[in-house]
């Protein structure tokens, strides 16, 4: 499957559960959540392919600004559910 010119191992059928609660910490901001996450899954730090996501999912001038939670503001609900679509092909 290709995503605005991201291949991806995901295929059309594949099923995921986005929450309707944002679960993330407030505090990170959308790059510094998907480093992390390479971090978690024992995946080498690679911030270029961490960008080119970021860029493919329309979430580069995001990349900045943290995720916001009830005490900071942060990313919309729309914005929010491209971060974690984006988490997938992280």
Not at 41 to 52: E, H, M, N, S, T
């Amino acid at each position: 499957m290709e995503i605005n010119d991201l291949q991806t191992t995901l295929s059309p059928s594949t099923i995921v559960y986005i929450p309707q609660r944002d679960v993330l910490h407030g505090f990170f901001t959308t790059r510094q959540y998907m480093l992390h996450y390479q971090a978690l899954a024992g995946l080498p730090r690679d911030v270029d392919k961490v960008d080119k996501i970021l860029e493919a999912f329309g979430l580069a001038d995001h990349a900045d600004v943290k995720i916001g939670d009830v005490f900071r503001k942060g990313l919309s609900g729309e914005v929010m559910r491209m971060h974690y679509t984006a988490f997938l092909h992280n």
